[in-house]
């Protein structure tokens, strides 16, 4: 009798706890913070050696795995062409400036991003990857143009405070390119920069740039692409620009923001300047 009503109370803890546990994962999966643990990335680098994109996989790589995602690296926008690969990706880090994407690749990385993969990047490595190439710029929300005055000290202002992404971050100022883009005015902005000197004249050349004082650029957005979400920061020049706990923080947060497109429910990102 003792035996039986021993197993009897081992069955029930045993199922109490199966219970719980499975209530434990389930709470997990469908916690509403973003998290890149368990999540494929496809992570593509190249293009124009001077973003160093082989250092920026050496930076984020660790970061990304040490959070449990299962990480690709690729050196070829061929990746983009495995349909099997790109079904399977929650997310699609991008750091490849210039270039040209192929009709097949622009296709295979569309059509990923269409049905929930994210899109996400920094600096040249998303924001001047294709110039010729207006798909891929509409996927991304703007363009690069230029960096007035190359490396200079600026401020990013934060601009939307309430943006898990961006919430808690306050300005900051660093130094490294500014970027002067074409944007898309329905992204969702969540940081801007101001350019505020008389000039920025650049090193060995006699011409000023086109007279921008006081313009008002973004720095950090995101954005929506069919199901998939894409997430932007103009900051990264330098690899040492994610020594700056905001970057860092604003970047991993972001990428895990365009990690959830299949996960969680889509959030309405346009936001229109011009009404
Ligand atoms: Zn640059």
């Known amino acids: ?22 209530w434990h994962v389930h ?10 643990n ?6 593509v680098y190249g293009g124009w050696k001077g973003h160093k994109p082989a250092e920026s996989v050496d930076v984020f790589l660790p970061k990304l795995e040490a959070e449990g995602a299962n990480v690709k690296v690729f050196n070829s926008l061929d990746a983009y062409t495995d349909k099997e690969l790109m079904d399977d990706a929650d997310l699609i880090i991008q750091t490849w400036t210039m270039g040209n994407l192929s009709k097949e690749q622009l296709n295979g990385l569309r059509r990923a991003v269409l049905n ?17 190439n207006i798909h891929y710029q509409f996927m991304v929300g703007g363009q690069f143009l230029s ?15 309430k943006d898990p992404i961006t919430k808690g971050i306050k300005d900051f100022q660093l130094k490294t390119e500014q970027y002067y883009m074409l944007i898309d005015p329905n992204i969702q902005v969540l940081a801007t920069t101001t350019f505020d000197r ?5 090193k060995g050349k006699a011409g000023i740039e086109n007279k921008i004082t006081g313009s008002v650029i973004p720095v950090v957005w995101k954005k929506n692409y069919g199901k998939g ?43 229109p300047i011009y009404k």
Do not use: C
Request: glycine share 12%; net charge positive; hydrophobic share 35%.
């Open 147 to 161: 960096h007035p005055g190359g490396q200079t000290e600026h401020i990013v202002t934060i601009t939307n405070k």
């Open 27 to 36: 709470g997990q999966k469908t916690n509403k913070k973003p998290s890149l």
């Open 38 to 43: 368990g999540k494929n990335i496809v992570f």
């Open 1 to 22: 009798m003792t035996s039986l009503k021993t197993k009897h109370t081992l069955w029930t803890v045993t199922l109490l706890f199966a219970f719980l546990s499975q």
């Open 116 to 132: 929930g993969t994210g899109l996400a990047g920094w600096h040249g490595g998303l924001g001047d990857s294709f110039r010729n």
């Open 229 to 271: 979400r894409v997430f932007y920061s103009s900051i990264g020049h330098n690899m040492t620009d994610f020594n700056i706990p905001q970057v860092m923080k604003m970047q991993m947060r972001g990428l895990r923001w365009a990690s959830e497109g299949k996960y969680l429910p889509a959030e309405n990102t346009i936001s």
């Open 198 to 202: 008389d000039s920025y004249k650049k």
